[in-house]
């Protein structure tokens, strides 16, 4: 049974581990994203980036989601949340955003998405399934280069699996990023693959077992 090490995880403290690097932060208070953004090009000058993240999906996920993480940072309006998350993914101009999202509602991040010039195009738009497979939601990628996978009908860290097998980007080794790390599902697949990951997490807990981890799985944990 692998043992995870505790890691004290505190807001606004930066991690390198490995060829990674997260912070715990939030993507809506002004300059930590881009702080960390300059801080990870220093470290890693790849061109291409792309997105795999799964973020809050309405007003009371968000909600949900802060007071988890403690309520270190103000609630934001969701729409408002979705703008920020667009501006930070944008700042990378990545080649492919994969976002799971509600099946009921994921009109606001196409829209704020598509006002955004360093957003790829909506390629695909897939019928998934979140934390069993009776439960649907979506999966939206945008690209503007195809793919050969299908992830209709899979759920939790198969379907992520499954996008890190199948798209191109991934199979190149290009770096990935997750601007709402959560529980580091995409961490675990980007380590799998031997691919660099840029993340931040408003929840020191989850943070800290995602940075354990990868700790456990070998990487040294340096705190900056």
């Known amino acids: 049974m692998l043992t995870i090490p505790r890691i004290d995880v505190r807001y606004g403290d930066?991690?390198?581990?490995?060829?990674?690097?997260f912070q715990c932060g939030?993507?809506?208070?002004?300059?930590?994203?881009?702080?960390?953004?300059r801080a990870w090009r220093r470290l890693n000058r790849s061109p291409v980036w792309w997105v795999y993240s799964d973020p809050p999906w309405s007003a009371g996920n968000l909600r949900y989601s802060r007071n988890m993480a403690g309520g270190e940072?103000?609630?934001?309006?969701f729409e408002?949340?979705?703008?920020?998350?667009a501006g930070c993914i944008a700042g990378l101009k990545p080649r492919a955003v994969y976002v799971e999202q509600s099946i009921h509602d994921p009109s606001t991040l196409i829209l704020?998405?598509?006002r955004q010039p360093a957003w790829p195009s909506l390629a695909g738009r897939w019928t998934v399934s979140y934390g069993s497979p009776?439960?649907?939601?979506v999966l939206l990628r945008f690209a503007g280069h195809g793919w050969d996978g299908d992830p209709t009908g899979l759920h939790g860290e198969?379907?992520?699996?499954?996008?890190?097998?199948?798209?191109?980007l991934a199979i190149e080794r290009a770096p990935v990023c997750d601007p709402c790390v959560g529980l580091g599902t995409t961490v675990r697949m980007a380590h799998a693959r031997e691919i660099a990951c840029l993340g931040m997490e408003l929840n020191t807990g989850r943070l800290a077992r995602t940075i354990g981890w990868l700790a456990a799985h070998g990487l040294e944990v340096d705190r900056s």
């Open 26 to 37: 939030d993507i809506t208070a002004p300059g930590e994203w881009e702080s960390l953004s």
């Open 112 to 114: 704020v998405a598509s």
């Open 158 to 168: 198969a379907m992520t699996r499954h996008v890190f097998d199948h798209e191109p």
């Open 73 to 77: 940072a103000p609630p934001q309006d």
């Open 134 to 137: 009776r439960r649907p939601n």
């Open 14 to 21: 930066r991690f390198r581990v490995g060829p990674h690097l």
């Open 80 to 85: 408002r949340f979705v703008e920020y998350l």
